[in-house]
């Protein structure tokens, strides 16, 4: 998809990134979320899209954080089959205990994340990733991110501009 077409979703306005482009809600947007975030290069199109749901409310065990991904999770799940979960806190890291849960994916000691590979040729998806992550001790945000086959030539060119007057 081109800029102009991803943007019959939603209003469009640039980053600081050179093409990435974000969108507080869209037309076929999920209203659990709150910002997105397109990279849509000028020859390959759109390549990746981020969701993100902020302001979570949650206690320091991390119960409204791990509540909200584990329903987002399951939606995806349904629909591409289960991927892969990484749930680890750092060897030797002081954020050890239950109730340190949202002290470790704040400090990035502790991760919380599911990966699909390949999940749907049929949409072009080359991956899907959801990520939990700590704005606070007691607010989270989720991370949902698409990335479609096109995307190693959007990075390739993303790469070239950025080189290019060196």
């Known amino acids: 998809m081109t800029k102009e077409q991803v943007a019959t979703q939603g209003t ?8 990435v482009y974000i969108a507080n809600n869209l037309r076929s947007g999920h209203p659990d979320f709150d910002d997105y975030r397109f990279l849509i290069t000028p020859v390959s199109g759109l390549c990746r899209v981020q969701a993100w749901k902020s302001n979570i409310s949650t206690s320091a065990y991390g119960d ?3 509540s909200e991904f584990e329903a987002i999770q399951s939606a995806i799940t349904l629909k591409y089959g289960a991927g892969k979960k990484f749930d ?8 050890n205990e239950p109730r340190d849960f949202m002290m470790g994916l704040k400090a990035e000691e502790r991760t919380l994340a599911v990966m699909w590979a390949n999940p749907s040729a049929s949409d072009g998806l080359e991956a899907i990733s959801l990520k939990a992550l700590a704005a606070s001790p007691n607010t989270g945000m989720i991370l949902l991110t698409y990335e479609f086959k096109n995307f190693e030539a959007c990075a390739q060119e993303q790469k070239a501009k950025r080189s290019a007057n060196l």
């Open 12 to 19: 469009l306005q640039p980053s600081k990134t050179p093409n």
């Open 88 to 95: 680890y806190l750092q060897h030797k890291s002081i954020w």
């Open 64 to 66: 409204g954080l791990l």
